[in-house]
């Protein structure tokens, strides 16, 4: 990265903000030295933490906000009633051209809503989606759309693929990523109507996408190809699905480990093995969901992630401003509306 990148951070967002904040900062300046940032939100309190933090207060700017968004509020009233928030003024200074993107670890709803009104979309995407990484037997897998289209149509699926393609190359660096969409089966006779006019549309094409057909559930995990397209209803049911089976087996394993003496025992022998899993789990690895199709980087942080997971999401941020995200796909929906050539006939 040679470019000075500018981010517009929403300081008030998130559980443990804006501590959580100021501590992600310093830990993504080692990895960024170069990037700047815009913190919006409580100007007396931002400066009294800053005082103590002259490594992050020489990266940053202040820009006051009197108010915040709460975790509660809802999309449509923020809205009408939020363009003094800290969320709404951070989306907004990247519209006017002031930073390169925005990461917030508030309000989800309000924040897509917030985008979706300030930024608009990318001339020739309909509805942006939120796109996520999971961990895979494979390595890493990004799926699109976890939550931001209930109901989607064939178009809207085929421009998620060609989001997701990108991003995938941008954020995970794969020269040539495969894509799958999420179905119930793998057999191109099944699926709804929209699956299967998107599959057409994406075998038939002549863009260069690695298009591998349909994937069923069990693929996720498998890391059987590096791009998951889904509607915003299925991704989500998979995305709580697959946190909530997390949860729950490591609620498991904490309970056989302490079930007696002997297992805490086999606990301490095996304690390095489980710190390797556990690094490899950790969500905060994972930590930012991107709102791809925005006319600007809008980065999404988990509500109660840490300074670590913080940190990560601002790197997200930063390979999609850097890496000129928006540009990229825009030349790839270039692509998709060139006519179809005719195959060449040989001469005799």
Known sequence: ?????????????????????????AIAKTRFPKVRYLLVGDEPRLKEMLASRQDVAEVCTIRHAPDSVSADAKPSQVLRTGRKSSMWMAVDAVAKGEAGGVVSAGNTGALMAVSKFVLRTVPGIDRPAIAGLFPSQRGETVMLDLGGNVDCNANNLVEFAIMGEVFCRIVLGIERPSVGILNVGSEDAKGNSAVKTAHSILKSHHMQLSFQGFVEGNDIGAGTVDVIVTDGFTGNVALKTIEGTAKMFSRFLKEAFTHSFLSKIGYLMARPAMHRLKLRADPRRYNGAMFLGLNGITVKSHGGTDALGFANAIGCAVDLVSQDFNAKIKEELAHLAEPEQPAQVASL
């Open 1 to 25: 990265m040679t470019d000075e990148v500018v981010l517009a951070l929403d300081a008030m967002g998130g559980d443990a903000a804006p501590q959580m904040v100021i501590d992600g900062i």
